[in-house]
């Protein structure tokens, strides 16, 4: 089932941690520009992102992002919020402001209050309250609105 496949997944990425590939591994592009994404796929990214900001390492953050970006592929709203959350957790505050404004400009993917509002009780739950304030402020400073109150 699912989980299963999820679980193994999980233990795979443990492995390749705990032999150091990921933390260095040097290659230029990560993603083929030419190359169409499934949302499969895009899953995989989403993860790698989430993992990358856990191990603190914002350069392959970057180089992620932007590889992703030159897909010219249609982005969605976790993908947004994977970067974001990243970046945050990291103390990025320029990429974060940053990416709030390619997902507002996005021409592909409306941008969501409802997953920011979900990115910023995720903080709080985990009690990263001064992260998802920073968040709130940031995405009320960029005009977005119906956000939760904090």
């Known amino acids: 089932g699912f989980s299963e496949s999820w679980l193994r997944y999980?233990?795979?990425?443990?492995?390749?941690?705990?032999?150091?590939?990921?933390?260095?591994?040097d290659f230029?592009?990560?993603v083929e520009s030419e190359k169409g994404i499934t949302q499969r796929e895009w899953i995989t990214y989403d993860f790698l992102i989430i993992l990358y900001g856990g191990l603190g390492n914002?350069?392959?953050?970057d180089q992620?992002?932007?590889s992703l970006i030159l897909t010219k592929q249609k982005m969605i709203g976790r993908n947004y919020a994977c970067i974001i959350s990243s970046y945050l957790i990291l103390g990025h505050l320029k990429e974060v402001r940053d990416i709030i404004d390619q997902w507002k400009q996005s021409t592909t993917t409306d941008?969501?209050?409802t997953i920011c509002n979900r990115i910023l009780g995720g903080f709080v739950e985990v009690g990263l309250t001064e992260r998802a304030a920073t968040l709130h402020m940031l995405?009320?400073?960029k005009g977005c609105d119906n956000l939760m109150e904090l």
């Open 10 to 25: 999980v233990n795979l990425v443990k492995v390749y941690i705990s032999s150091g590939h990921l933390v260095n591994c």
């Open 28 to 30: 230029n592009s990560l």
């Open 58 to 61: 914002k350069d392959k953050l």
């Open 64 to 66: 992620i992002w932007k």
């Open 111 to 113: 941008f969501d209050s």
């Open 139 to 141: 995405l009320t400073e």
